[in-house]
């Protein structure tokens, strides 16, 4: 297994560049912690390949292109990587995803020493997860033209939110199956629905709180079926005065998402009462998910510049010290669940045939 002095350094790229991942990787089990580590550091890699702004749409493609040849090759391509990240690296404002990029070779130096069958495992994770994006940069417009296209219709959400997080759901769910002995009375089949259908979850709660950052780069993930469904328009959906009128739309998805919550609720309680940890690295995002989903069902307006939806730190330790102490109390997580799910709930709208679809 990789050395001490390696997981430091990991750790100290993790902490940077993702505060709430950094501290779910430590409740982990062992036996799993670095396996995932690497994995969502490479997925944050081919994030900010995908998200350099800086850099035209054709050249993040190619080095989207460039980043998954070195999972289909049997080494790393040395100099088509210095490449990369010499392209990348250079434009990042974020000195913590610069740092990751600069040191990507650590990562690929600890994934070459996990065994065959996870390296399998990671490499299916990554094809899959940059494809997506690669579908997503070519389908939207540029920023720069100042255009803006929606997705048409549901199953295209779910197809991008599959691509983008309901893989990594899969990808956890045999990871932990192949390393931890007391999951093997899992169904595999069900259990890797489940675990998709929680990583949708998330990324729904992602784009439902970054609605106006993801319009200035053209995109909308609110389906147009669901708009024209409520009576909007996507002209309108930019212009301040009637973004108020969006709230049935965001409602709805919202109460898409509490759906994939549900499911991920039901993969959590599913984990043996005495993988703890396993228990509360699984909880700790859906109820902190229920928090800020939460915020926005309270919007007046859901696609407001600026709007802080971001959970205070103090609230999420809070979150996670509570949770610690009933994680073996299936009766117990259940309530305290059920009563963030209602704080959600009431403050949605009530549901209509147009607004509320799904």
Same mark, same amino acid.
């Given at each position: 297994?990789?050395?001490? %002095?390696?997981?430091?350094?990991?750790?100290?790229?993790?902490?940077?560049?993702?505060? %709430?991942?950094?501290?779910?990787?430590?409740?982990?089990?062992?036996?799993?912690? @670095?396996?995932?580590?690497?994995?969502?550091?490479? =997925? &944050?890699?081919?994030?900010?390949?995908?998200?350099?702004?800086?850099?035209?749409?054709?050249?993040?493609?190619?080095?989207?292109?460039?980043?998954?040849?070195?999972?289909? $090759?049997?080494?790393?391509? $040395?100099?088509?990587?210095?490449? /990369?990240?010499?392209? $990348?690296?250079?434009?990042?404002?974020?000195?913590?995803?610069?740092?990751?990029?600069?040191?990507?070779?650590?990562?690929?130096?600890? *994934? +070459?020493?996990?065994?065959?069958?996870?390296?399998?495992?990671? &490499?299916?994770?990554?094809?899959?997860?940059?494809?997506?994006?690669? #579908?997503? !940069? @070519?389908?939207?417009?540029?920023?720069?033209?100042? +255009?803006?296209?929606?997705?048409?219709?549901?199953?295209?959400?779910?197809?991008?939110?599959?691509?983008?997080?309901?893989?990594?759901?899969?990808?956890?769910?045999?990871?932990? /199956?192949?390393?931890?002995?007391?999951? %093997?009375?899992?169904?595999?089949?069900?259990?890797?629905?489940?675990?998709?259908?929680?990583?949708?979850?998330?990324?729904?709660?992602?784009?439902?709180?970054?609605?106006?950052?993801?319009?200035?780069?053209?995109?909308?993930?609110?389906?147009?079926?669901?708009?024209?469904?409520?009576?909007?328009?996507?002209?309108?959906?930019?212009?301040?005065?009637?973004?108020?009128?969006?709230?049935?739309?965001?409602?709805?998805?919202?109460?898409?998402?509490?759906?994939? *919550?549900?499911?991920?609720?039901?993969?959590?309680?599913?984990?043996?009462?005495?993988?703890?940890?396993?228990?509360?690295?699984?909880?700790?995002?859906? !109820?902190?998910?229920?928090? #800020?989903?939460?915020?926005?069902?309270?919007?007046?307006?859901? =696609?407001?510049?600026?709007?802080?939806?971001?959970?205070?730190?103090?609230? $999420?330790?809070?979150? /996670?010290?509570?949770?610690?102490? /009933?994680? *073996?109390?299936?009766?117990?997580?259940?309530?305290?669940?059920?009563?963030?799910?209602?704080?959600?709930?009431?403050?949605?709208?009530? +549901? #209509?045939?147009?607004?509320?679809?799904?």
């Amino acid at each position: 297994m990789p050395g001490k %002095s390696i997981h430091r350094e990991l750790n100290s790229i993790l902490k940077g560049v993702s505060r %709430s991942f950094y501290l779910t990787l430590r409740v982990l089990p062992a036996s799993v912690r @670095s396996q995932l580590g690497v994995a969502y550091l490479f =997925c &944050r890699c081919a994030d900010t390949i995908a998200d350099t702004s800086l850099l035209p749409v054709e050249e993040r493609l190619e080095h989207l292109k460039i980043f998954r040849r070195q999972f289909e $090759v049997d080494e790393p391509e $040395v100099e088509a990587l210095a490449g /990369m990240i010499s392209r $990348v690296g250079a434009p990042q404002e974020i000195s913590a995803e610069r740092q990751l990029l600069l040191r990507i070779g650590e990562c690929f130096a600890l *994934y +070459e020493q996990f065994r065959s069958s996870d390296r399998k495992l990671i &490499r299916t994770l990554v094809t899959t997860l940059t494809r997506g994006m690669e #579908t997503d !940069l @070519s389908r939207f417009p540029s920023a720069e033209s100042g +255009e803006v296209e929606a997705l048409n219709d549901d199953a295209e959400l779910d197809l991008y939110c599959y691509h983008v997080a309901g893989c990594v759901g899969e990808f956890w769910t045999e990871l932990v /199956m192949a390393h931890i002995p007391s999951l %093997s009375c899992w169904q595999g089949d069900s259990m890797r629905q489940l675990g998709a259908r929680f990583g949708k979850g998330l990324q729904l709660t992602n784009i439902l709180r970054d609605i106006d950052g993801d319009l200035s780069r053209g995109r909308c993930y609110l389906p147009m079926e669901r708009l024209e469904a409520a009576g909007r328009s996507l002209d309108s959906l930019l212009v301040a005065e009637s973004r108020a009128s969006f709230r049935p739309v965001m409602h709805g998805l919202i109460r898409e998402t509490l759906g994939h *919550y549900r499911a991920g609720w039901k993969y959590t309680i599913s984990i043996p009462r005495r993988q703890a940890r396993l228990r509360l690295a699984c909880a700790w995002p859906l !109820l902190i998910g229920l928090r #800020t989903l939460a915020l926005l069902a309270a919007l007046e307006d859901p =696609c407001a510049a600026g709007v802080v939806t971001r959970i205070p730190r103090i609230e $999420v330790y809070w979150i /996670m010290g509570r949770t610690a102490d /009933m994680v *073996y109390f299936n009766s117990w997580l259940e309530r305290y669940y059920s009563k963030m799910e209602r704080r959600v709930l009431e403050r949605l709208l009530p +549901e #209509t045939g147009g607004g509320e679809g799904g």
